[in-house]
């Protein structure tokens, strides 16, 4: 009886384990159009993050773990609609135990007009999107250490992709070459708002997914 019981609680543990993640979790999600859908923002790591299976293993749940306290974070605009790009928008967070270093705006002649975490990002010329994946920023991280003895070495953070703090639209996005503005929702928008995370690095019961192909040397990871 005793055995029952104490089986009975370790399910009755996991379960409500699970339950907690439940909000933020989409099961088969990287085999729906939506995890690739057109004119997205998605976060992206190095190959020293790595994706493990969830607490689980019948569960397809997924979490990231560093196997480096400076991993590199990349905010990656996947499968454009425009051919060229004029300018990107979007407050971008990074929270938790660690730090991000000054970001560094990627494609050239890049300027940066906002302040703090919102990005109002312009290029001299549109800039070509010939490729699937476009990056437009990279941070360096700094982890923390570890709050879970014995298992993730390194500290645990959080990422926001949302709206401006204050701006027209009141959304992520971007600017074709012609001064098109295109929505860019986060993964997790249209579904929880803006305040659930799009990504989380080093969380046990993170749920992330992994495309089957990479971005040159950076792991195509996403929330």
Known sequence: MKSILKSVMIVSALLT???AAQAQYYQDFDSIS????PNALRVYFDETVSVN?????DWIEYYTESVTATPQAYLVLINPSASTLAGWQCRFSIVGQGTAGAPML???GAVNTGTGDDFIVSYPVPRPMPEIHVPLLQYQLALGA???????RFGYMEFYIKPLASGTPASPGYRDGVGNFIATPS???????WEVPCM???NVIGVVGAAPSTWGGVKALYR
Request: proline share 16%; with cysteine.
């Open 17 to 19: 384990l699970c339950g």
């Open 34 to 37: 939506y995890a690739r859908s």
């Open 53 to 57: 299976t969830g607490p689980i293993p």
């Open 106 to 108: 990627l494609g050239p």
């Open 146 to 152: 570890g709050t879970i003895p014995g298992h993730l």
């Open 187 to 193: 993964l997790t928008s249209p579904f929880h708002g």
């Open 200 to 202: 989380m690095l080093n």
